[in-house]
């Protein structure tokens, strides 16, 4: 069985451009996780779904990004205007579930994106 | 102050030492994660803890609730044990993780 892919591996983009980085998640996991890391910093979350919806946008750092994710599969992140600040590496996870309870599944990191904003 | 604290930063040992991170939080959790990111930058998940120890190889966990504290041990360490490990907290209060800023891993053969 496949594990979380990523596209792309690395992308170099300009200042003000917009990018979409696409996370695959493992079939039949029904929640996504969106983090970033930064060069020499810690891991920071962005946005998580379950299923379609995304109950916590909360990391988000700004009205720049978003992410949607249709049929409960796949999930695109988008960056708009890109800065320089958002140089980073941009990593999925994806795990079975997350009960009510509040407990949580193992999650499964991807590979991720490298993005390098010039 | 971080909400979740590794110690040590950085950790060398010799091949064969048996080694110890400690993670501290500050907040009510649900869950602990442990991870272990190698000089590739992959990262995988070794741990999820609620409660009590896990062992998988020679990799053990505990978790302290009372305390909020938590430690990861690798015995016999060896040279790919190098990596960072990163301590991660599930709060009750929502669904993100937080995370530790990792431990930097150093086995010499």
């Known amino acids: 069985g496949a594990g979380v892919s990523q596209s792309p591996s690395n992308k170099v983009t300009e200042k003000g451009k917009d990018v979409e980085l696409r996370c695959d998640p493992i079939?039949?996991?029904?929640?996504l996780y969106w983090y970033r890391q930064s060069l020499g910093q810690g891991l920071e979350f962005l946005i998580y779904?379950?299923?379609?919806?995304?109950?916590?946008k909360s990391g988000l750092p700004s009205d720049r990004f978003s992410a949607e994710r249709t049929g409960g599969s796949v999930s695109t992140l988008t960056i708009q205007r890109t800065q320089q600040e958002d140089s980073a590496v941009y990593l999925c996870?994806?795990?079975?579930?997350?009960?009510?309870?509040?407990?949580?599944?193992?999650?499964?990191f991807g590979p991720g994106t490298r993005l390098t904003v010039l | 102050k971080n909400e979740v604290e590794q110690s040590p930063q950085n950790l060398t040992a010799q091949e064969g030492e048996f080694i110890t991170i400690n993670c501290s939080y500050s907040?009510?959790?649900?869950?602990l994660h442990w991870l272990q990111q190698h000089p590739g930058g992959g990262i995988v998940s070794l741990f999820m803890?609620?409660?009590g120890k896990k062992k998988h190889g020679r990799l053990i966990a505990t978790i302290n609730i009372q305390e909020k504290h938590s430690s990861l041990h690798i015995t016999a360490s060896h040279p790919r044990d190098s990596a960072v490990y990163i301590c991660?907290?599930?709060?009750?209060?929502?669904?993100?993780?937080?995370f530790g800023e990792g431990t930097q891993l150093t086995v010499n053969p």
């Open positions: 991660a907290v599930r709060s009750t209060s929502g669904s993100r993780l937080t």
């Open positions: 907040v009510g959790i649900s869950a």
């Open positions: 803890l609620s409660s």
């Open positions: 079939s039949g996991h029904t929640a």
């Open positions: 996870a994806s795990s079975l579930a997350l009960s009510l309870a509040g407990t949580t599944d193992t999650q499964y």
């Open positions: 779904f379950q299923g379609n919806s995304a109950p916590d």
